[in-house]
Nanobody, 121 residues
């Protein structure tokens, strides 16, 4: 069974930093575009950042300059470094990935279970 396993959430004061990690598990042939999304209470899930296999990145305006997405293809891991955190960054953060899986080499979009990030003022 294919899963995305997230880690790194927690409670931090405003101005602090956190780093999220996400690792796919299962019979994976290739990891394509990966990304992070977030959902605050009472709000819709929104894009935070994405990164292609080749390293091209895309960020939401609200996090540009503060968050950095990166990936280590050798470790099959995507990271989200979050600096200068604000209370409005409080949300459940979800990892997302397009994975090509074995044995049929089909590409499917997967979501992680989510990790809570809470920023106190």
């Amino acid at each position: 069974q294919v899963q995305l396993v997230e880690s790194g959430g927690g409670l931090v004061q405003a101005g602090g930093s956190l780093r999220l990690s996400c690792v796919p598990s299962g019979r994976i042939f290739r990891i394509n575009t990966m990304g992070w999304y977030r959902q605050a209470p009472g709000k819709q899930r929104e894009l935070v950042a994405t990164i292609t296999r080749g390293g091209s990145t895309n960020y939401a305006d609200s996090v540009t300059g503060r968050f950095t997405i990166s990936r280590d293809n050798a470790k099959n891991t995507v990271y989200l470094q979050m600096n200068s955190l604000k209370p409005e960054d409080t949300a459940v953060y979800y990892c997302n990935a397009d994975l090509t899986t074995m044995p049929l080499l089909t590409t499917t979009n997967y979501w992680g279970q989510g990790t809570q990030v809470t920023v106190s003022s």
